[in-house]
């Protein structure tokens, strides 16, 4: 999954052409709910930002107040 987000997150910037991308991924994984812990309606959050929405930026910290994480 952290593959994938930032996967996700180099195309958006490449194709927006621009370095302030933040992206959000929040899946199940059949594996936590069907095998091994069984932990029913259990996700992960996966988060991965550049530019203006990197680690301590206050673009960032205003993203995650705005969808309430």
């Known amino acids: 999954q952290?593959?994938?987000?930032?996967?996700i997150q180099q195309e958006?910037?490449?194709?927006?052409?621009?370095d302030n991308v933040i992206v959000v991924i929040d899946a199940q994984h059949l594996c936590m709910?069907?095998?091994g812990a069984r932990a029913m309606g259990s996700s992960t959050v996966t988060i991965e930002g550049s530019g203006d929405?990197?680690?301590g930026q206050p673009m960032r910290?205003?993203?995650f107040s705005l969808i309430g994480m």
């Open 2 to 7: 952290e593959r994938l987000t930032k996967q």
């Open 12 to 18: 958006v910037s490449e194709k927006a052409k621009s």
């Open 33 to 35: 709910v069907m095998r």
């Open 53 to 55: 929405f990197s680690i």
């Open 61 to 63: 910290k205003e993203f």
